[in-house]
């Protein structure tokens, strides 16, 4: 009987020390997501983005958003940690709380990656991430899951075009990077590939355009 009660003593601790365990594993993670940032009609210093043309499209103030994209909007703020990049931001901008604050939610980046795409492409071939050709430096700024981008990094392989690339969507850096030579050269960013060629942005995937200032690079 007593060793009965011992036993019975045991398992009841061991079940609520699980969950102790379990309750604080759920507040760790919960204390580990990011701050949600506030996004009102005049927020300025994030940057939004959504599906446009089989790509994505950027911009810097809710008003550059689409009434028919609001519905999902995702949303990035440059000035959090690099470990923030493991969760991802999305807006609802076409409904709008009585306080004038829109409503965000936060997920991981993994749910997000299985949620709107496939997994992404194979990093290019070491042998295109040369950093020179001739005098021009090349410099592809990009996202993953863009189609456009996959096509403008084929064209420049078969063309022997030395480049590197920066995506703007898990590295936080690059795309404050991307920002202030835009901005320095009065270029309004609205989506990717945006090329950098001798230091001259160039938004978009245009042949003619890029062919002229790589100095006519050799066809394939």
Not at 13 to 27: A, D, H, P
Not at 80 to 87: I, K, N, R, T, Y
Not at 131 to 160: D, F, L, Q, S
Request: charge should be positive; proline fraction near 11%.
């Amino acid at each position: 009987m007593i060793r009965t009660s011992l036993l019975s003593a045991g398992f009841l601790l061991l079940v609520i020390l699980i969950g102790c365990s379990g309750k604080k594993e759920e507040k760790k993670a919960e204390d580990e997501k990011p701050f949600v940032p506030e996004i009102r009609d005049n927020t300025e210093g994030l940057v939004f983005s959504w599906p446009s043309d089989g790509g994505y499209a950027i911009g810097m103030k809710v008003s550059d958003v689409p009434p028919d994209a609001r519905g999902e909007v995702r949303v990035q703020d440059p000035s959090l940690p690099p470990e923030a990049a493991d969760w991802v931001f999305l807006a609802d901008l076409g409904k709008k709380l009585p306080d004038g604050r829109y409503m965000v939610r936060t997920i991981s980046r993994q749910e997000y990656e299985k949620k709107i795409r496939p997994p992404p492409p194979p990093p290019p071939a070491p042998d295109v991430k040369q950093k020179v050709m001739g005098e021009h430096r090349v410099i592809m700024y990009m996202t993953p899951y863009c189609p456009v981008c996959r096509n403008a990094r084929k064209w420049m392989r078969n063309r022997g075009v030395p480049f590197i690339e920066k995506n703007i969507e898990s590295d936080p850096g690059a795309l404050q990077e991307l920002q202030k030579k835009a901005q320095k050269q009065g270029i309004k960013i609205q989506g990717v590939p945006i090329f950098e060629v001798g230091g001259r942005i160039i938004p978009g995937f245009d042949e003619e355009i890029l062919t002229k200032h790589l100095g006519n690079p050799t066809a394939a």
